[in-house]
């Protein structure tokens, strides 16, 4: 038996953004581990079928439609899990979305989506659940999901660069504030994604075509390149796999494809030791072999 399934197996999963990309990956893992799984989106049909999937695998899932920028959306969730599927062991802020444009550019609206998704998302997430996890007294973990970019300076994605950098911050102040509460059963984890298969460069925002000066072409390249990488990306049930069982190890930072992440990790460690100022460089590229 793995150690995942030996500390996850029977337990109780909330992932939201489960619709698709990396979080529904986490949700077919949890699944395969014996979890309880809680698909929360507001893509009411994906996580549906995502449901149905599971349960005819033998699984239990509930889909739940919620919009993680709702605070008050985010509580009735929490109750709604906890008086019909029991105490949670993990929580997966996962929800996210992504943004291509100079910033001078970005919509303010889009802007805002990105902030109140990815960030505001994961407070509420916080906010809504872990009192309770806190108050059950029983093993728990919390993952919120940064990104390689979070340890990064992208340009033509700032948004969703300055996004992730914010929930790497916001994750590990979480963990310490968990450990000087006391609250020695809660685990607090970051998942750091390098290149996983998803529909999150697609779905992801432009720029306003009929705004004076507004470079769309920028962002669009932004777009396509991107997208280049998405085609040797890792298999969202695979990266799971690896994310899971770092997680049962007691590692904080999860990385899908640790040599690649890392490698990120470093560089970013030796520019602010060197105090170099960021450069404009070759798009990092994925190589499928090392993670």
């Known amino acids: 038996m793995s150690r995942a399934r030996e500390t996850f197996g029977g337990g109780v999963a909330v992932i939201t953004g489960a619709g698709a990309g990396i979080g529904a990956g986490l949700a077919r893992h949890a699944h395969r581990l014996g979890m309880t799984v809680v698909l929360a989106d507001v893509d009411a049909p994906a996580i549906a079928a995502l449901r149905e999937e599971l349960v005819a695998d033998g699984g239990t899932a509930v889909d739940i439609v919620c919009d993680v920028r709702d605070a008050d959306a985010m ?3 929490a109750e709604r899990v906890y008086r019909d599927s029991g105490p949670v062991r993990l929580l997966v802020n996962n929800a996210g979305i992504e943004q291509f444009g100079y910033l001078w550019d970005t919509p303010v609206a889009n802007w805002n989506r990105v902030m109140d998704i990815n960030v505001s998302g994961v ?13 059950e007294a029983s ?16 340009p033509l994605q700032a948004p969703y660069i300055i996004s992730k950098h ?18 020695d059963h809660i685990q607090v984890q970051a998942v750091l994604p390098g290149a996983v298969k998803s529909n ?19 962002a669009e390249s932004q777009r396509e390149a991107m997208l280049d990488i998405k085609a040797a990306a890792m298999d969202p049930v695979e990266a799971a796999e690896v994310v899971f069982e770092q997680s049962a190890q007691g590692d904080f930072y999860l990385l899908t494809q640790p040599d690649y992440v890392s490698s990120a990790m470093a560089e970013r460690a030796q520019v602010l030791t060197t105090r170099v100022p960021p450069q404009l460089r070759t798009k990092r590229r994925f190589d499928p072999d090392k993670h």
Not at 166 to 183: D, M, N, S, Y
């Open 123 to 135: 407070f509420h997430g916080v906010r809504a659940f872990l009192p309770r996890m806190i108050a």
């Open 166 to 183: 914010a929930v790497l911050a916001l994750t590990e102040c979480l963990r310490l504030e968990v450990q000087l509460a006391g609250h």
């Open 75 to 77: 509580v009735d969730v």
């Open 139 to 154: 093993p728990a973990w919390v993952w919120n999901l940064s990104s390689i970019g979070g340890v990064a300076a992208v």
């Open 200 to 218: 999150i460069f697609e779905a992801a925002g432009g720029v306003e075509a009929d705004r004076a000066g507004t470079d769309v072409d920028a």
